[in-house]
């Protein structure tokens, strides 16, 4: 495995996984959860009606 990352290191100059790749990705977005919501989907942090917002 570590001959694998070190290839991978080399031949790219970053550090990815060496085996089973995964993706992943950043989002900047807003949260809100709207008043009303039935009482089977109004659970955890969708109980409060809130809005929030990540920049």
Known sequence: ???ITEK?????GHAWR????KSHGLLIGE???VAGLPL????????????????
């Open 1 to 3: 495995m570590r001959s």
């Open 8 to 12: 991978t290191y080399a031949d790219s």
């Open 18 to 21: 060496s085996v089973h790749a």
């Open 31 to 33: 949260l809100q959860v």
């Open 40 to 55: 089977e989907l109004a659970q955890g942090v969708f109980a409060q009606p809130a809005r929030r917002c990540r920049s």
